[in-house]
């Protein structure tokens, strides 16, 4: 079975000769810089280091570096503006397109949002805020025949992705965690309208983006964490009031531009929201954060099989980093015969970015397993 085959059978829930695997397939499954740079030299390999995110630390993987591994994805990403607004404010903080303000720690590796442009802005402030110039053509010059020749000269799954996805997290990094949690209990107005100008900007640039790609695309990620750890960052009815008519527009709008299969990246415990995703559209699930609270695969498998398709699944918090090889190839079987692999519904992986103090052997292993064919046979 070729790749391509093989993924959007097991995202339309039907039987394939092994589980899918996919790294570097998307921007929440794909390495972190160091781990990478570890990687390469594993495999042997002298391939550049392209940076796909500087808040995450994230590369686009070289083909030079896939073609050794048994993935089955290749992805395509929107290209950062010709003229860009990122302004550096020292050799550790930047502030992006959106205004928002990164740090880096010191002893620290990815950034985190600092300052919050509209920390104290009013609902007329949205009006003459300036936002990022999503439609700019510089971002997808090019894009249109990359995907074609992926489609039309390979067997992969096409994935893509904008690379800036979020609706709900860009909504909390312009005016802060603590104080949009707030307004979305205390001031609906603002926070809807805020949601709504977000809304707007992403749902354009998809637009503008899948324009491009779309038509030979079969995987499009987008983005939003939703999660903690125990469970959703809000309550369920609150996210039904307040966030999901946006999700949902949203995967309307790129329905209109794309046959591919929508693959929502939601980090944490988001099983009181699985029936939401369903509802709305969302066809696949990622990370599947087996380590946080009921996201375990039998879980998963036993509430939603048939119905919403996984993506992820080896856990990157305590085994990737520190497990023992053994102890990977035991948790990739695991897995793939909880989820029923062979009969769909899975695509597996590492559960979010590999970083970099997971050891190249562990991500070796972790492939090297996942692709035996027979592994998610039935006793």
């Known amino acids: 079975m070729k790749p391509r085959e093989r993924v959007l059978r097991a995202l339309s ?11 570097g397939g998307t921007q929440n499954s794909t390495m972190c810089a160091g781990a990478y740079d570890n990687f390469k030299r594993y495999l ?3 391939a550049p280091t392209v940076e796909l995110s500087r808040v995450f630390e994230t590369v686009v993987m070289d083909e030079a570096v896939l073609r050794l591994l048994p993935v089955d994805t290749r992805a395509i990403y929107a290209r950062p ?3 860009s607004r990122t302004r550096w404010l020292d050799d550790r903080s930047f502030v992006d397109e959106w205004g928002i303000t990164f740090r880096r720690a010191e ?9 919050h442009p509209l920390a104290e802005a009013t609902v007329a402030d949205l009006e003459r805020y300036d936002w990022p110039a999503v439609e700019d053509p510089s971002r997808y010059a090019g894009l249109r025949d990359l995907a074609r020749d992926l489609h039309e000269n390979t067997d ?36 809807l309208a805020l949601l709504e100008k977000v ?9 503008a983006f899948l324009t491009e790609v779309g038509p030979y695309a079969d995987v499009i990620t987008i983005s939003d964490d939703m999660g903690t750890q125990r469970g959703p960052i809000i309550r369920p009815e609150l996210y039904r009031k307040m966030v999901k008519p946006f999700h949902r527009r949203y995967v309307e709008t790129i329905r209109r531009h794309t046959g591919a299969k929508i693959l929502n990246h939601a980090c944490g415990s988001i099983v009181d929201l699985v029936e939401d995703y369903i509802e709305i559209g969302i066809d696949v699930l990622n990370p599947m954060q087996v380590a946080a609270t009921q996201m375990t695969p039998q879980n998963l498998h036993r509430r939603f ?4 398709a996984f993506w992820g699944g080896i856990d990157t918090q305590r085994l990737l980093p520190h497990g023992r090889p053994e102890e990977v190839r035991q948790a990739v079987r695991d897995t793939v015969r909880a989820m029923n692999g062979l009969a769909g519904g899975y695509v597996l992986g590492a559960v979010h970015n590999i970083q970099d103090d997971v050891p190249p052997e562990n991500v070796w292993e972790l492939l090297d397993e996942a692709a035996i064919k027979e592994l998610s046979r039935e006793p």
């Open 156 to 191: 992969y799954a096409v994935s893509v992705s904008t690379a800036d996805t979020t609706i709900f997290d860009k909504a909390w990094m312009l005016r802060g965690m603590a104080q949009f949690l707030a307004d979305l209990l205390l001031d609906q107005e603002f926070s």
């Open 13 to 23: 829930h039907r039987e394939v000769d092994r589980v899918p695997i996919d790294l």
């Open 305 to 308: 099989a048939g119905r919403m």
């Open 81 to 83: 503006p010709a003229q």
């Open 44 to 46: 042997g390999v002298d």
């Open 199 to 207: 809304a707007d900007v992403q749902c354009r640039r998809h637009v």
């Open 107 to 115: 002893s620290g590796v990815q950034y985190d949002p600092v300052a």
